[in-house]
């Protein structure tokens, strides 16, 4: 078993920046890939960004890259996401993700998910 907290998540102003964290606890973090998804109101839950355990492999959905940058710190147990240049429509409850590798989208666990509001 693996217990996700995510934190960081608030309001911010068009352009303005957030740092979302995760912190893991249970099994062992490193076997697993570990990502950020996001859902708004009435859509589904959508990728956003995934690292591998070693960090040398990384995936961005196309409607962050170049904004978000993910990262993680295996001896903390944390994984993190920087979002800069944010949007109206990166609004949404930003969800950390224990993914099985060998996939980049396969969920084995959820957090409880923190929510990103971004005004115009």
């Known amino acids: 078993q693996v217990q996700l907290v995510e934190s960081g998540g608030g309001l911010v102003q068009a352009g303005g920046s957030l740092r979302l964290s995760c912190a893991a606890s249970?099994?062992?973090?490193?076997?697993?890939?570990m990502g950020w998804f996001r859902q708004a109101p009435g859509n589904e839950r959508l990728f956003v960004a995934a690292?591998?355990?070693?960090?040398?492999?990384?995936r961005y959905a196309d409607s962050v890259k170049g904004r978000f940058t993910i990262s993680r710190d295996n001896a903390k147990n944390t994984v993190y996401l920087q979002m800069n240049s944010l949007k109206p429509e990166d609004t949404a409850v930003y969800y950390c993700?224990?993914?099985?590798?060998?996939?980049?989208?396969?969920?084995?666990?959820w957090g409880q998910g923190t929510q990103v509001t971004v005004s115009s």
């Open positions: 993700a224990a993914i099985n590798p060998p996939s980049w989208t396969t969920v084995h666990y």
């Open positions: 249970g099994r062992t973090f490193i076997n697993y890939k």
């Open positions: 690292i591998s355990w070693s960090g040398s492999g990384i």
